[in-house]
């Protein structure tokens, strides 16, 4: 019972939502509920609703008693408490139901994480009873409606499936019966895919834009289920696993819902289409194709391109229920035999015909599990997102704890996927996998497969679990057993090459492979010693479990290993690399294939390569752009190496006359005088040689180093650069191109010869002569005018007059001059604003603020940078030559914004730091300044930023944070600001620095200023 003093309290917030807010934040006890309740604050909040805060973008409301009722349902087990169990329960049905009943208006995912954090704190049999008095299920009726949402699901779906399902992971029947409707529900398909499907059918496209996804994201599921899948095989019933099965068969049956086979009769080709209109219903149709779109197919185009040639339509028919292959083959045939639109096709041979026929029905029913998941017994490494690998894997992993605690069910199942129900060959290799780890207890179930896919064998989809069956039960075979599997694989293969020479040893090879997997057992071993006779070889490599998608080269397999290579003397292996050619520049191996095999085994061990060098001057170019990029990553990796022989190596290889040539011919279509590899790596090499003092190549390398330099730049200067910089990203270009990493490496080497006279006490005002820098200058070089920009305080180091001289000179450029654009975007691309350069460059700052310069990629470089002058004192609100008055006077509200929001930044900054400086409290004053000034200029802010106002007004409330009190006059500021806080995404800083200033002095402001929020 509440006392007169709360009941007064409750009065005084009651409309008043930031009271309110606090008074649900700080309360636990559980003495108010009744008398909320009776308020109505535990009544469907329509306020709690997604609000659209601009087109597209939506603000979740957090509804404030969520915190308090979670607070109770923490409570419910102290003695007297229990009678609130059904009270939740009623807000959690009141609210869904209100949520359903208004066409799912509230479609809150902070609602609903909260009724999943209050259902995980009530007891499961409290929980149960309820839901049966009320006639509800909590699948569908509760959790569905939670995670299906147009905004992203994943507060309350990560509960659920991380720690609401495992909690009815019980012994208990009714917590099974909840657990396995949170299952279905949370593996649910999302249905915009099924509608997609449909949507292309409709339009006659067959390309499929979306993959399927379950409801909850399969991170989440994979979280749950890797720890809870033997409980969830052992406890569930079979109605589950069936109905995953369910799932992704439907899958399939949409990814595989036409097949087509080509025949050619008389100089034409015919297609015979059969689409899967529903289950077991197909829709055929036979077409006569366009011989001229036909001839018209490029060569390599011809295989696939032939499938979507258009063609004239000589018969269609529709037939429903057709559950197997015999049934399908007889009812085209029959079509064919007694319909004269396409007798024509009765001339095909019968045999032929028969096989074709048989391929359009097999077609249908290949899922093609085996070249994504090659191997079930192996957890998935790619796109386990997707729905339909997803299901694949907790399949497998139900259905093995299933069938081994519960073997009369498992078998139920296990038949089922041999039945016509289930005809894709992911089902029958899950058979296979089964089969496999309980050999005993389902043998029986093996002849059955055998049955169902009377050549197994020969077929890719079973290869790896039929290898791992055999290998791992051949000792518990009878010999009865044995002899049917023998006779199975002495029937040999089912293709072979077209060479009769090459058939034995194919055969052989075939044959060995499967006996290989049971030569432990004397009976086989027998037999692979037999077919190691013909085929010579004393191994053979088990079927791969790693999924083709993953084993493909796309033409880079190497014909050699890192370790191979490592083992080898250079002399041998310059002889290896000169002789090997590519063969099959898709399958491999390649000469790229080895060459980065190469760069590897460089990396590993440098010296064995460096040491001899020399040896390797005349391979191909691809191989000594790999050296060198080895000896790079080796040199990251603090593995020292001789530097002078390798110097002298590149001198060498630089000045080889047909070095361009040998780069034109290797680097083909990527050849381009902006990007040249061997430039490239060479002058990466310098630049990481003399980066940091701790880890660089000794000064004795220095005269080397330079005669490299100048190599490099002769061979630059010799090419014609006839393309300007297309899109004039100078800061990118600079980084990439071959003229910008010989200049980076000129810097770096630079600035280390420096730092080195500096060590030994050899002072010099000019540290650095600039004439070779002069010259890429003058020949406007863009890379130059960039890098100088960006590495102006290097440079001011190594000869300040220079710079000083050249910052004066470029104030000659106009605006629209691409090497002052290219100087300019460097400059402010440094992370630094040095106060004596500033000064020097004010000239340039105003010029970029009247032209509107970088808008795109530095402008706000660009506002920071006055921002700090005016924070150091250099810049002020007022007057003409006020750098930071002239962007002001804009009126860009993209350019305000940017000011205010580094202020902001600059005062987090300040206020973080243990000690204030003086140079804190200048800045810190000069931000209350402007802040201060926005309020005096409202009107005119208001005028010229119109509908912006308020979000600038929203930014403005952030620098809160820089206040140690509220008085009369900040607190016109705060309340100016208030009424728009919302419109900002970051209104929570707001909230949370009025709170930090929340006492007794301040109490009566900050109540006013959240009447104003």
């Known amino acids: 019972m509440l006392s007169e003093k709360e009941l007064k309290l409750l009065d005084r917030i009651q409309n008043r939502t930031v009271y309110e807010n606090k008074f649900f934040e700080k309360r636990s006890e559980i003495k108010w509920f009744s008398e909320l309740k009776k308020r109505g604050y535990f009544k469907p909040n329509p306020y709690t609703a997604p609000q659209e805060i601009e087109k597209g973008y939506f603000f979740i409301p957090q509804w404030n008693v969520l915190l308090y009722l979670e607070k109770i349902s923490q409570q419910l087990t102290i003695k007297g408490n229990e009678k609130y169990i059904d009270e939740l329960l009623d807000i959690i049905k009141n609210v869904t139901e209100y949520h359903v009943k208004n066409d799912r208006k509230l479609d809150n995912y902070r609602t609903w994480g909260y009724f999943v954090k209050i259902l995980l704190n009530i007891p499961n049999n409290r929980i149960i009873k309820y839901l049966k008095e009320h006639n509800i299920r909590i699948g569908q009726d509760w959790i569905k409606e939670w995670i299906t949402s147009k905004f992203d699901n994943v507060v309350p779906a990560s509960d659920i499936a991380t720690k609401l399902l495992p909690k009815f992971l019980t012994e208990n029947k009714d917590d099974i019966d909840i657990a396995e409707q949170i299952i279905e529900v949370i593996t649910e398909i999302k249905p915009d895919y099924f509608e997609e499907e449909e949507k292309e059918q409709r339009l006659g496209r067959s390309e499929r834009k979306k993959e399927p996804k379950t409801t909850v994201d399969a991170y989440w599921l994979i979280e749950s289920f890797k720890k809870n899948a033997d409980k969830i095989g052992k406890l569930c019933s079979e109605k589950l696993i069936l109905s995953l099965a369910n799932k992704l068969k439907r899958i399939l049956d949409r990814e595989h819902n036409n097949y087509q086979v080509l025949i050619e ?72 035999k007694t319909n004269p639109s396409i007798s024509v096709l009765r001339t095909f041979p019968e045999l032929e015909l028969d096989k074709k026929l048989n391929n359009l029905y097999e077609g249908l029913y290949s899922d093609y599990s085996y070249i994504r998941y090659k191997s079930l017994s192996k957890e998935p490494e790619i796109r386990i997102h997707n729905a339909k690998g997803f299901l694949v894997f907790i399949l497998k992993d139900f259905l093995l704890s299933k069938c081994k605690v519960d073997i009369q069910t498992g078998r139920v199942i296990v038949e089922k996927f041999l039945s016509d129900e289930y005809q894709y060959s992911i089902f029958r290799r899950l058979v296979l996998l089964v089969v496999g780890s309980y050999w005993d207890e389902y043998k029986d179930l093996f002849w059955k497969f055998i049955k169902v896919v009377p050549e197994p064998f020969d077929s890719p989809e079973y290869e790896v679990e039929l290898y791992k069956l055999l290998q791992k039960n051949v000792d518990k075979f009878t010999l009865e057993e044995k002899q049917k599997i023998n006779s199975l694989i002495s029937k040999g293969p089912k293709w072979l090459p077209d060479e009769k020479e090459r058939q034995k040893q ?27 006779a013909i085929t010579g070889e004393e191994k053979v490599e088990p079927p791969s479990e790693e999924p083709f998608v993953q084993v493909r080269w796309d033409g880079r397999r190497p014909p050699l290993t890192k370790e191979d290579i490592l083992k080898m003397n250079n002399v041998d292996l310059v002889k290896y690399l000169k002789e090997f050619k590519t063969e099959d520049s898709w399958e491999g191996p390649t000469e790229e294939g080895l060459a980065e095999v190469l760069r590897s085994a460089v990396k590993e061990n440098p010296n064995k390569f460096v040491e001899e060098l020399h040896l390797f001057i005349d391979v191909k170019y691809k191989y000594v752009y790999n050296i060198l990029y080895g000896l790079e990553d080796a040199w990251k990796e603090k593995k020292s190496f001789n530097w002078g022989k390798l110097f002298d190596f590149v001198k060498k290889y630089l000045t080889k006359e047909n070095f361009l040539e040998e780069g034109k011919k290797e680097q083909g279509k990527d050849w381009h005088p902006y990007h040249i590899w061997i430039i490239n790596v060479v002058a990466d090499l310098i630049q990481e040689g003399t980066r940091s003092d701790s880890w660089a ?102 000869n300040k007059p220079w710079v000083e001289q050249k910052i004066k000179e470029f104030e000659s450029f106009s605006s629209d001059n691409i090497k002052w654009q290219a100087f300019m975007e460097g400059y402010l691309y440094g992370h ?28 706000n470089r660009l506002i920071q940078h006055i921002t700090i002058g005016y924070l150091r004192g250099n810049e002020s609100l007022e007057g003409k030559e006020s750098l930071f008055k002239k962007i002001i006077d804009k009126w860009n509200y993209t350019q305000l914004n940017e000011i205010v929001d580094f202020l902001w930044n600059q005062s987090c900054y300040v206020t973080e730091q243990g000690k204030e400086t003086e140079e804190d409290k200048k800045i810190k004053d000069r931000i209350i300044k402007f802040w201060a000034w926005t309020y005096e200029k409202r009107d005119i802010i208001r005028q010229q930023l119109r509908g912006n106002y308020g979000k600038f007004l929203a930014e403005l409330s952030k620098l809160t944070v820089l206040l140690d009190k509220i008085d009369d006059t900040n607190s016109k500021w705060l309340l100016l600001s208030a009424p728009y806080a919302g419109q900002s995404f970051d209104s929570s800083f707001f909230i949370e620095y009025l709170d930090k200033l929340a006492n007794r002095e301040n109490i009566d402001y900050i109540a006013d200023i959240f009447l104003e929020m």
């Open 697 to 798: 190549f000794s000064e004795d390398y220095f005269k080397q180093a330079e005669e490299i330099i100048n190599i490099l730049l002769d061979i630059l200067e010799k090419l014609s650069k006839k393309e300007e910089i297309t899109h004039r990203d100078f800061v990118t270009e600079a980084l990439n191109t071959s003229y910008g990493r010989v200049i980076i490496a000129i810097i770096l080497f630079s600035l280390r010869k420096a730092r080195v006279e500096d060590k030994k006490g050899i002072k010099k005002e000019i540290k650095w002569e600039s004439t070779q820098y002069d010259n890429l200058l003058s020949k406007g070089i863009i890379e130059a005018f960039t890098l100088f920009g960006e590495y102006m305080p290097n440079f001011a180091y190594l």
């Open 265 to 336: 009769v008389n100089d034409e080709t015919y297609r015979i289409l059969a689409e899967r209109t529903d289950g077991f219903n197909f829709k055929f149709s036979i077409q006569r194709l366009d011989k001229k779109k036909i001839e018209g197919l490029k060569p390599e185009d011809k295989y696939f391109g032939i499938l979507k040639v258009p063609g004239k339509l000589l018969h269609s028919f529709s037939k429903n229920d057709i559950r197997d292959k015999d049934t399908f083959v007889q009812i085209i045939r029959q079509e064919i």
């Open 832 to 859: 630094r604003v040095y106060q004596d350069l500033y000064k020097l460059m004010r000239n340039h700052y105003r010029k970029a603020i009247e032209s509107d310069f970088g808008k795109e990629r530095t402008e």
């Open 506 to 532: 194919y055969i052989a090879r075939w044959k060995q492979k499967w006996y290989s997997a049971m030569q432990k057992d004397e009976y086989f071993l027998k037999l692979f010693e037999e077919q190691k």
